[in-house]
């Protein structure tokens, strides 16, 4: 149980699935300037981060390896991505349109993320087990909501500040991404 | 080497094929998506598109869901940023069937300041009325003038707040005014009123001299709370506000004070573009 | 239609992936933290991006509208997996560097926003000129960056083994934080601003 808690935490923190991994940076920068938004975003992050995980995971270890097939994952994996969310995006539009309107719409974009299919990755690639996977998905996709809103936040701001014309929108925002990537570098030694 | 090929095809196939049959039976097992949201996309595509909230929903395409679920939403309570657009208002009512009728009497925004207060510090903070503010009560002499930095004009959904640079000042033109109320909410010094579209004038000042605040006067131009307007008023059009201490003029009757205008010693009363005149002395609208 | 040319050079400076249209940052700030990475990316890129762009464009009168995305993640896929596996074979070393930021270049919103943009709409000619010209853009981007992260990180340049510059003074104690995340940032927050003032690109 322990080692969940770590890799949990090591993935929401220490390594960062935008600050330290460079993982969803496009809706990092796209959807940050609004908290409401930001939030939406992060938890629909989480959501299919979340299933995307449960499904890969004994999809390779049942179908793949078996076969010596694991070369297969890139296609397979983002085929099954593709089709996870758009179930999940049906059954949110159709049982809950109040959800739907709160987050629906960034479902698609949610696809072609490469935070989702970077965790699916990376669950392989450290050989993680089943429910350290899950861990994984959970601490990295709380973590990504975590980095949205407080960047979110930090926008809102920034945009009232008298910045240098060159700096305003993207610059300034990739050098306050520096800032907290250095913040967070302070959990570095945390789950030691 | 071909046995590896058909397998890999085999695999992407397998699992293609798992996709599709779960997407179709999801599709199948699901209620029926809500008739609503197809027309309120469809509406949404009639609809300004600003999500302002002066309707009272949290956005135009929770007003044209609303609307899609019944249709009367659209007279109740209007959109108003389309009843500036006639052609707008024309198109919706013919795709919803009926005649949308835009000539209710609504309201509009007033700021209750002639910005000639005189600026007392440098301030070199963020520029926005909010920051301004809580920064040594204001850099302005009266601790209850507009700033003038335009929190109000850059959320006015209808682009209907210029800022006046000379006097630092707000001013609102009733002209494109729609009555939201979103700088009403914005206005961190509570200047902004919103009064009915009929009402002949209205106070261009707010110094609520019950609350005094030490050495800071009011400017030049503003109430000094002489009570000449409510003496020269003949069927009671003013009335003194014992709170504020500052005239105060009914909505609901909306009376003109002719005479209580011509009697302001500091002429502080202000004609809005409803004020019954022969004569338009100034453009309509203007504060 | 545009010309040839103007496809080709549409992606080099007007439409510059990484600097204007702020696309594919993932991998550029993930592996520009030296020459080879850069030189390696970019050629992958390119193949992926030639490769499923002409394909693209040859079937694009045959793709039903529905199936239009999940048809171009298809394709982009083979071929990402295909360039993977090569640089395993062919390059090991390049590929444990470059890690899992290859087949990552499935979701890189260059290949799947061209192939959607472009490919889908043009004619095979302009699509390849199209994708070389953008695979041409991110590449010097991703040069430039490499090479400010590389020399200031490391305080000398390398390439594929091949010493080429040492800045005296700076070997010994290098500005490491380059090399971290957080100096990608700021090198790519400094360049935007960069070319924002010269004028290239408007701001916000």
Known sequence: MSELVAIFFGMALVNNMVLSKFLGLCPFFGVSKNLSNAFSMGVAVLLVMFVASAVTWPLFHVLLVPYGAEYMRTVIFILVIASLVQIIEMTIKRTNLTLYNALGIYLPLITTNCAVLGITFINIDSAYSFPQSIAAALGAGLGFTLVLVIMSGIRERLDLADTPKAFRGAPIAFITAMFLGLAFLAFGGMVG | ?287 | ?204
């Open chain 3, 1 to 204: 239609m545009q010309s040839f040319k103007d496809s080709f050079t549409n992606g080099i400076m007007r439409a510059n992936p990484t600097f204007i249209l702020l696309l594919g940052l993932c991998p550029t700030l993930a592996v520009s933290t030296s020459l080879d990475n850069a030189v390696g990316m970019t050629a992958a890129v390119l193949f992926v991006l030639l490769v499923a762009n002409i394909i693209v464009s040859s079937i694009r009168r045959f793709i039903p509208d529905r199936v239009r995305i999940p048809t171009f993640i298809v394709i982009i896929a083979t071929l990402v997996t295909l360039v993977d596996l090569m640089l395993q074979g062919f390059v090991p070393e390049l590929s444990k560097s470059l890690g899992m930021y290859i087949p990552l270049i499935v979701v890189n919103c260059i290949i799947l926003g061209r192939a959607e943009a472009f490919a889908s709409k043009n004619r095979v000619v302009h699509s390849i000129a199209d994708s070389l010209g953008m695979a041409i853009g991110f590449g010097w981007a991703i040069f430039i960056v490499s090479l400010i992260r590389q020399l200031l990180g490391s305080g000398s340049l390398e390439f594929f083994g091949v010493h080429l510059f040492t800045v005296p003074g700076l070997e010994e104690n290098p500005a490491a934080i380059f090399l971290l995340p957080m100096g990608a940032f700021f090198v790519i927050g400094v360049l935007l601003a960069l070319f924002r003032w010269m004028g290239v690109s408007e701001s916000e």
């Open chain 2, 1 to 287: 080497m071909s046995v590896q090929t058909i397998l890999a095809v085999a695999l992407l196939t397998l699992v293609g094929l798992i996709a599709g049959i779960a997407i179709f039976v999801v599709n199948r097992l699901l209620p029926k998506e809500d008739e609503s949201l197809q027309k309120a996309a469809e509406i949404k595509e009639y609809l300004p598109g600003a999500d302002c909230g002066a309707c009272g929903q949290p956005g135009c395409f929770a007003y044209a869901q609303a609307a899609a679920k019944d249709k009367e939403i659209v007279v109740k309570t209007p959109c108003r940023l389309l009843a500036q657009d006639e052609e707008g208002t024309k198109r919706l009512g013919e795709y919803l069937g009926f005649d949308i009728d835009t000539t209710q009497i609504g309201q509009k925004a007033v700021v209750h300041c002639t910005g000639d207060s005189p600026v007392i510090g440098a301030y070199g903070g963020i520029t926005t009325c909010g920051a301004a503010v809580q920064v040594g009560g204001g850099f302005k002499e009266c601790p209850y003038a507009c700033l003038g930095f335009g929190d109000c004009a850059a959320v006015c959904p209808a682009d209907a707040i210029t800022i006046d640079a000379a006097r630092q000042v707000a001013v609102v033109d009733w002209e494109k005014c729609i009555g939201c109320g979103m700088c009403v909410k914005t206005c961190p010094r509570s200047l902004i009123e919103l009064i009915p579209a009929d009402m002949p004038q209205y106070l261009g000042c707010n110094y609520l001299a019950a609350k005094d605040v030490a050495e800071r006067k009011k400017c030049s131009v503003g109430c000094i709370h002489c009570r000449l307007c409510v003496k020269a008023s003949e069927d009671g059009e003013v009335t003194w506000n014992d709170e504020k201490d500052l005239p105060f003029f009914d909505p609901e009757k909306k009376m003109v004070a002719a005479a209580a205008i011509e009697k302001c010693p500091r002429s502080i009363i202000l004609k809005t573009s409803a004020y019954p005149q022969e004569e338009e002395v100034s453009s309509g609208g203007d504060q």
